[in-house]
Structure formats: structure tokens, C-alpha cells
């Protein structure tokens, strides 16, 4: 365990290795898993490293409360919600002014990706569950929720991966963890559309010069291309299984 | 005009399928000059037409369509049909009860109550009002025997087939009465239950393979195999 009495936490030693032995711009192993929930329309879990997420999703539907549809378009609701087991203290079940942000800023970089004018008043709803937190939760949220919202079968324009930059020890870290958001000096949720090259999601807690940012940026938009490839891969498997199962199984 | 993809590719939302002068067929979008799939589903190429067949996907009314709804509720003039879709469909009394007899004055309970199942058509759908149904025609009304399942309205185009070439085979094999209703529910009449569940059995095997080729060839053959045995 990292000594937090100590004056000076240690996050790149000298070899230039982060507290888990990743290189700076090494990511966590992503596990992400489609189809896990049976009453959802769709969903999807995601491990990445110590973190632990599930999404799922429904609809499109009927609204309720009803005034909330719109003629146009459907309305897209998400809700991020922590175990009380996911943090090391307990926290409380009820929704606090964090979570409600993130459910905020999740649905922000969600919508985009999505065909809502093909369901006008309809709603697509959003659960995200957080089982285990180890930093980069809202990343991993929304790389969940997008596989979850692709494998329900509604239109979407791209996917939408997501990955997070830190500055820890004036060393720009790609995908941090919780010690490293604690104790770093910058993190940097990032959000894109790969395919389309657009970006719907970017905060930054700290300060940043210039050409930090745009290296930053082009960290992020690298390591998302990744995460894509293994979404698309999580997404496809189930199909491209049985279809190899039967044609290998009509040969013999 | 490069193609980056051949008939029958599993594809996800946002993969780029060709750039050029294609034509984007159903879920398939042009962004610029590139054509990218909007759904997960199959591809298929027809010439200039590219098109994604979706896996997945929710129940979209469509005026014609002869869809298969339960009743949730009713008031004095009308009964209120879940159709497996985000919109819900009216039923208007009046298409069931007699016409000699007053619509206000009757208790519709006794028509159609809560739970039932009815065969309909929807003959309207816009965006201002709700998916208005008829029941009045061929092989319309109330469902009172058989069995109804509940598949994956998006594989629905391929239990019909080419020209119904699929159902018409399943129809055959298992001598069944079979109507197909387009938001996913099947409702499946045989001479015994036996043959009520082979049908059944056919049609959950094409929900599950309906994206892997050499599917009708399958169905018979698992069709006559457990017919013999």
C-alpha cells in the first residue's frame, strides 16, 4: 500500500514506470463482454483493470412521464449509479451531486452517436452500474453504454470509445487509476466518435499548457481507435461464433 | 470507388463499408463521401446499393402490416393494444362488436379483455397519433387456441423469406397454421401439439441463425430429420 503520511507519494519511479508497473502511455487490459443481462434490451460489461462496469438499455419506449416526449426526436436518459461495495469506504446507495453530473456528462456523449430523430416520442434509457471503482469510471461507462446501446439494435452513427489522460509526476499517463487521479495533478476524461473523428467528451480537472493538451489529445484519440476495435470485436463475436460453429460442424 | 466490405460481413455501428458513388440503402448513411452502417447487422450489395440488415432492432410500425397485439387496457370506445413497439395501438371498439348493437351500451370486457391477443393491420401511423389497428379481413380477430411466440421483430424478414419461400416450408413440413405478424409475435395452430412445437422449434432456430447462409436448407433438413425420427 502507497504511504499517504509521507510527504512525497512516488507515482513514476525511476525507470519511468506508473504505481501498477504500466509505461506512461500503456493502457489496462479492456474485458468487455455483450448480451449479459436478460431483461434488457441490450448490455454489456466492461473490466478495465480494477474497474468494473454494467450497462444497460432499453427502448426505445414510451416515455414516462409523458410531457417529457418530444415530436421530433427521442429522449435519451441515462443514470450512473455506484454499489455502495464499489468504493473502499461505503457509500451511500442515494444519488449524490457526483453521480448526477456523471449521468449528465455521459448522456452528453452518448447522444450524439445516436439516431434519435428515427423514434420520435420515445425514450432510449440508460442504466450504468459501477461495481468496482478504480479510476477512468465515467470512461468506461460510456465505452459500456455505447456497446450496450449497439447491441439493442438501435441506430447509431458510430460508436463511441472513451479513455482518460493524467499528468502524474509533470508525466502525461494515459488511462489512470484512482491513486493516480487522487494524487496526480491532471485527469482528462476523453470521449470520440473513432470512426467519424469527433469528440464528445472532454473535461479537464487541473491545469494543462497548450501543447500538453494537444498531446494529450492526440493520446486519447490513439488509444480510442484501440478501444473501438475491441468493442466492435465484443460486439461481433457472439454472431461470428455460430456462424463458425455451423459451418465447420456442416463440413464433417 | 474502393469497397471495403462482401455480402454477408457482420457490421457495427460506424464501420465505414465504402467510399465513392454508392447508394446508401436502410441503415446505412453517407457521411461526406463514405458510406458507414448504422446498426449491427449483414451486409448486402446489389450493384451501386449498399444495404445493412440489422440483427437487433425494435418493432417500427408500418401502415399494411399485419401485426399480432395484446390487450392492456380499455375505455368505453376503444381498447389500447401493446404491439411489442414504443408506440401503443388503438383498437377501435367498434371493430369487433357487432354493428346492430351500441358500442356505448356494451360491456367490451366481454369482446376482449386484458391479456388478450388479437391479429390486426395497422392502418394508420403517423407521428401525431397513435398506431391505429383493424381487425376486419382474412384471418383477423381474437386468437382463442394455438400457441404465440415472441421472436426478434429484426429476423422477422427472414422467417417470411423470399416470397414467404421460408414459412411456406415450415407451413409444410409441420402442417401448421402459422401467421407471422410483423412486430415479432407468431401465432402457430397445428393439428396437435406436436407439430405446434417442431413449428416452434423452426422458427426459434431461425431467430437464433438468421445471419448465417444456407439457412432454409438447414431448416428442412432439421424439419424432415425430426419428422423421420
Known sequence: MLNTKNKKIVL???????????????MRDIKIKVGI????????????????????VY????????????????????????????VE????????????????????????????????????????????????TRCASIVAASVALASAGIPMRDLVAACSIGKVDSVLVLDVTDIEDKYGEVDLPFAMMPNRGE??????????????????????????????????????EKYVELRKAIIEGGKT | MPIYVKDWDIVVPGEVLAEGEYIAGPYVYKDGNKLMAMAIGIVECKKEVIKVVPLQG??????????????????????????NSSYKAILQASEIIPPQRNVLAEDLAKYLDVGDAVICKVVRF??????????????????????LIKVNPAK???????????????????????????????????????????????????????????????IQLMLQLEKGG
Open chain 1, 12 to 26: 513514476i519511479d525511476s525507470d519511468g514506470r506508473r504505481v501498477d508497473g504500466r509505461r506512461p502511455d500503456e
Open chain 1, 37 to 56: 443481462l436478460e431483461n434488457a434490451d441490450g448490455s454489456a460489461y466492461v473490466e478495465q483493470g480494477n474497474t468494473k462496469i454494467y450497462a444497460a
Open chain 1, 59 to 86: 427502448g426505445p419506449r414510451e416515455v414516462h412521464p409523458r410531457h417529457l416526449a418530444l415530436p421530433d426526436r427521442a429522449i435519451v436518459r441515462c443514470r450512473y449509479h455506484m454499489t455502495p461495495f464499489s
Open chain 1, 89 to 136: 469506504e461505503r457509500k451511500s446507495p442515494a444519488p449524490t451531486r457526483r453521480e448526477i453530473e456523471l449521468s449528465k456528462v455521459i448522456r452528453e456523449a452518448l447522444t450524439p452517436a445516436i439516431v434519435v430523430e428515427q423514434f420520435p416520442f420515445s425514450s432510449i434509457d440508460v442504466f450504468v452500474e459501477v461495481i468496482n471503482a478504480d479510476g477512468s
Open chain 1, 199 to 236: 469528440i464528445t467528451l472532454l473535461q479537464l480537472d487541473g491545469v494543462l499548457r497548450l501543447e500538453e493538451l494537444e498531446k494529450a489529445i492526440s493520446m486519447a484519440t490513439k488509444a480510442c481507435k484501440e478501444i473501438y476495435e475491441k468493442q466492435k470485436k465484443a460486439l461481433k
Open chain 2, 58 to 83: 425494435p418493432y417500427i410500425p408500418k401502415v399494411g402490416d399485419v401485426i399480432i397485439g395484446i390487450v392492456v387496457d380499455y375505455s368505453p370506445t376503444t381498447y389500447i393494444l401493446d404491439i
Open chain 2, 126 to 147: 403517423d407521428k401525431y397519433s397513435d398506431v391505429m389497428l383493424t381487425c376486419k379481413g382474412k384471418d383477423l380477430g381474437k386468437i382463442t387456441e394455438g400457441r
Open chain 2, 156 to 218: 422477422i424478414p427472414r422467417l417470411i423469406g423470399r416470397k414467404g419461400s421460408m414459412i411456406n416450408l415450415i407451413k409444410k413440413e409441420t402442417e401448421c397454421k402459422i401467421v407471422v405478424g410483423q412486430n415479432g409475435f407468431i401465432w402457430i395452430k397445428g393439428k396437435d401439439s406436436n407439430s405446434e412445437a417442431l413449428a416452434e422449434k423452426a422458427i426459434r432456430k431461425i431467430d437464433e441463425e438468421a445471419h448465417i447462409s444456407g439457412l432454409t436448407q438447414r
